[in-house]
């Protein structure tokens, strides 16, 4: 194989293009070995293949720097800068991370997950190197949805004026991660259609010079063009038209589908695993809202993107028609335009996953909850064990929505609580909401969800019991059930076990309630504890002496942990918490 | 007068295009009146005189709905929509808010203070007409400086794409807060000098309509300009010069210094009232960076369109030349930019009030923090008592930052602690650093500033007591001293008094050591208490029997609010906390 000889991308200097066109071959197949097996990002890499070689070849990383956006494109890179092995040797497969990792290599710059970020990080590089007068490329590579991100657009309008060495590569696979929305994708459309020629160019109104090249897959063409504007002394934007997928047939007939994959029959295209069990909230909250629109054509769903978050696949959105939007990555927007809605008599719903919510945090503060406005947020995977990259982690939305005054952030335990507080949210005019969606597959005692939560923060007391209570929130509610258990069983002790519901605020009267025959109360969430839920339990409690612990993951950023050893880390297991409890009622 | 007559816009349908220019001069000689005694914004409301008559002499509000950005540019729209005697009437100033305010006026319909988000909400709006099948026009009025704040790109490039009437007003004053900045606003200027003529043109690009109206202070090409696009079927963009601080020379003159003005005399132009007394922070924080510059051409100073807000006024800026950036209102640029210079070995220092840090916790938490990048984010006027409109609250960035991992959040009591602080922040490469630059201007007992803040998470005990410790935080440390004072001096208990310095993490050891002599620990900061340094502390505490009084603003959006009375009203004064104190005490 050629690939046997490329170590770092100085292998690539004297290859024939010839050569290098079996070595795109070969890193293609491996990569598709590879992803059949272990699953992730699969069509942006596909597309990617050529430009990674060309890039390599005609750049000199590290000294040049090269920069991915969301850096789920990255995997040829990886290949072709000393870490092949990760992915020609299924032992080694997990030896490096699906994104950019500047611990892996000096080839990678910055650890990047979320998107629209690769223009702004390149461009305080290359001011970095102007201010120490050193010299070399920096090119920032963009594209696969990544565009329509307001970072993007104002990391554009800085570096445009750059006076300096600035190359940014724009990879217009003509997708987001479902098809691309928003103005600015007609006007990659057009330029696509006049080869680069049409006078109205949104990169040269912002400021770029620009190149166009049409058969981005074409490695030849691309070492050309990258020849062209090596060492180049101002901005320029390379518009790059590649295909999604490309070279994997299931993957070019299908590229949402394949954004990223599980594992794969590399024949058929079929997944070899079949779906996980358990309830499929996202699902269900499509064919719920799907329903409502039918009834009320004032419901309309939202997302920045992702719209299988919240279950709307090609044929939901389809039916959905008008009252679905995808307004692709940009998740201020979506905020901003629920907010509008509401207070012109719609009902948005806005799904998102937890990691993605945080991109919006001025929006949901100033344009949504200062306004008062009822639009709902769906929050999904809000969860210690959903993604586990650092980039991707899902457990800040607490601290991040519960202190925003105004906003109701609902945390339903099951399915038919979270059913009842959708629609309740649907129903209702006075708050903006945001509901926690379940991350749990677990079946929880469910007796009696009340249907109305106007009236705000009453938690709900399940079972009364004395001397511990347990505050249990959202996903968390059955391990509050286990906890419950083991004490009753081991410890002959039986605690009063709450559902609180609300996240966002405090029941005084059940608080004070428990302060008659408790002596220990705690909390149970779902996520970091910091700035979160239960340390509101703790302050409550302060000036009284009650014992308070407050359960949940320490504040840090970690990487593709194991979930089981992350809990026990982090004191989260049934057999954990009751030690503590029962540790705190002894020195109490 | 012509305005005697105007009480709502209806009254300007019938007056002829002499006594619309009448009446132009005159909500102009009433602003500039009102603006000498009151202060406010400015020179963006003296722009916008014409296009608001000939906006209300065209559409027909409310029914027609006009969204302003950011909204400080609606005071001559206050003024014919039936509040003019808040403008006119000395007794009657303070009877309406500096920015749009549906409770005041059903032709407000949002409370908007943060700037980029016009296009998101009316597209939002619009897209509720559409799905009740409505009909009426939704205009956005954007512009001064709000154009390269990501919210706006991402709600252009959504509008682009609706296909109904979106009426895009941009008020192009050739300003931001400061000079412009970024390629956009080339392609503004390119616009203006070719009469909206040249091909390349951005909003065409992004798939609008457009016209340019090259006098945007002529009242009656206004009015022939909206005639033309009322009830308009599809998204255009009107492109219309203004003059910023149009018809008083002073501001005419000076645009960045009369955007927003105190009390001034109106024949000089000149403040009426001397600066404030105390420690200036801004100035002194731009003399030291001026002063680092000099010594090392890595050192740059960022801001997002607030120059002033770290003391960069036109002068100090052409001093620092290219150690001085301004990135416009682009904050989630401003971090991933100091970021990615960070990362390359430059040393970003990146000013920001507390109001706005807000806008970037994606690129905080995933740009910045997850890549452990050593940039300096200074938090001004992160305090209660600093601006008091709702829309720009500065006390929520202690739950904003200090629960994001890695960032190092320093909250300095003095000049000399924060000179400190930011001096080892520059100097060392090991942390993200955010410093709550103090917002009191008394002097506190300053003893043993450390220089080295390497080690995290070290409270300092300044002295030494027992049965009450003091946790007094940043700007509040003269508040913990007062309260000392009062403890020792009324109920003869001498407390501990501590210096936490860091925001961001607890001190177990010094925590510890209190549990041995003291009853209550009680926490002080100038800033909301949901989810910020305090309900740290109580937490830590939970499993004692250490009582703790977290003290800080309790979580609620609050609008102009008299500042004793709401320190008041959160138990936030000197006698209110020693009773506190007292009464734990005895129940202890």
Redesign the interface.
């Known amino acids: 194989m050629v690939l046997d000889n490329i170590n770092s991308p100085k292998d690539l200097k004297e290859l024939s293009i010839d050569e290098l066109n079996v070595l795109c071959q070969e890193i293609r197949d491996c990569l598709i070995k590879k992803l059949s097996v272990r699953g992730g990002h699969c069509a942006p890499n596909l597309g990617m293949v050529e430009m990674s070689v060309a890039m390599h070849r005609v750049f000199n990383s590290p000294e040049d720097?090269i920069i991915f956006d969301v850096s789920h494109q990255c995997y040829p890179h990886k290949i072709l800068t000393g870490r092949k092995e990760a992915f020609l040797n299924a032992d080694k497969y997990s030896d490096v991370s699906g994104y950019t990792e500047?611990s892996e290599s000096e080839h990678d710059?910055?650890?990047?997950?979320?998107t629209s970020?690769s223009v702004?990080?390149?461009?305080?590089?290359?001011?970095?190197?102007?201010?120490?007068h050193e010299n070399y490329n920096v090119i920032a590579v963009i594209g696969d949805g990544s565009l329509?991100?307001?970072?993007?657009?104002?990391?554009?309008?800085?570096?445009?004026?750059l006076n300096s060495n600035m190359i940014v590569v724009v990879n217009d696979n003509q997708m987001s991660i479902a098809e691309n929305?928003?103005?600015?994708y007609?006007?990659l459309a057009l330029l696509r259609e006049t080869n680069g020629c049409a006078?109205?160019?949104?990169f040269?109104?912002?400021?770029?010079d620009y190149r166009y090249v049409a058969d981005g897959n074409n490695v030849e063409a691309l070492i050309n063009c990258f020849n062209e504007v090596k060492d180049i002394d101002h901005p320029i934007v390379l518009h790059i038209n590649t295909i999604k997928g490309k070279g994997y047939k299931p993957a070019e007939n299908n590229k949402e589908g394949w954004h990223y994959c599980g594992a794969f029959d590399i024949e058929s295209g079929e997944p070899v695993k079949g779906k996980e069990g358990g309830i499929d909230y996202q699902t269900l909250t499509a064919d719920y809202l799907l329903e409502k629109m039918k009834h009320d054509?004032?419901v309309?769903a939202i997302t920045a993107g992702t719209p299988t978050v919240m279950g709307f696949n090609a044929e939901r959105r389809e039916k959905a028609g008008?009252?679905f939007?995808d307004?692709?990555i940009?998740e201020?927007?979506a905020v901003?335009?629920?907010?509008?809605?509401?207070?012109?008599?719609?009902k948005?719903v806005f799904g998102v996953y937890s990691t993605f919510i945080?991109?919006a945090?001025?929006?949901i503060?100033?344009?949504l909850?200062?306004?008062n406005n009822p639009a709902t947020i769906l929050v999904f995977w809000g969860s210690l064990g959903a993604m586990n990259d650092?980039?991707h982690l899902c457990f800040?939305d607490i601290?991040?929505l519960?202190?925003?005054?105004?906003l109701v952030y609902l945390a339903p335990t099951c399915l038919e609580e979270y059913t009842a507080m959708l629609n309740w949210s649907i129903g209702q005019d006075k708050y903006p909401v945001a509901i926690r969606v379940p991350a749990g597959k677990e079946a929880v005692n469910v007796v009696n969800i009340e249907k109305n939560y106007d009236i705000l923060n009453r938690y709900k007391i399940i079972d009364e019991g004395n001397d511990v209570a347990i505050i249990a929130v959202g996903s968390y509610f059955s391990l509050g059930e286990r906890v419950a258990a083991t004490l009753k069983n081991k410890h002959n002790i039986t605690p009063t076990l709450i559902n609180p519901r609300y996240i966002s605020g405090i029941d005084s009267k059940v608080l004070n309630s428990l302060k008659d025959n408790h002596k220990v109360v705690i909390t149970l969430e779902d996520g970091?504890?910091?700035?979160?839920f239960?340390?509101?339990i703790?302050?409550f409690?302060?000036?009284?002496?009650m014992?308070?612990?407050?359960f949940g993951a320490k504040?840090?950023?970690v990487d593709r942990y194991n979930i089981k050893e992350f809990l026990k880390a982090n004191r989260l297991t049934e057999e954990l918490i009751v030690e503590d409890i029962i540790n705190?009622l002894k020195?109490?």
Do not use: W
């Not at 710059?109 to 979320?114: D, E, L, P, S, V």
């Not at 929305?181 to 600015?184: A, K, P, T, V």
């Not at 970091?528 to 979160?532: A, L, P, R, T």
């Not at 014992?547 to 407050?550: A, D, E, G, I, S």
């Open positions: 720097r500047p710059h910055f650890i990047i997950g979320h970020t702004s990080l390149a461009s305080g590089v290359a001011k970095a190197r102007d201010l120490k329509s991100g307001g970072e993007a657009f104002e990391g554009l309008d800085y570096a445009a004026e929305h928003g103005g600015i007609r006007n006078e109205c160019n949104l040269k109104a912002m400021g770029f054509e004032r309309v008008k009252q939007i307004v692709g940009a201020e927007h901003a335009l629920a907010s509008g809605i509401a207070s012109n008599g719609g948005p945080q991109r945090y001025d929006q503060s100033q344009d909850c200062i306004n650092v980039t800040f601290p991040l519960s202190n925003i005054p105004n970091v504890v910091d700035g979160g239960g340390e509101k703790s302050r409690y302060g000036s009284s002496k014992r308070v612990l407050n504040k840090e950023f705190c020195n109490s």
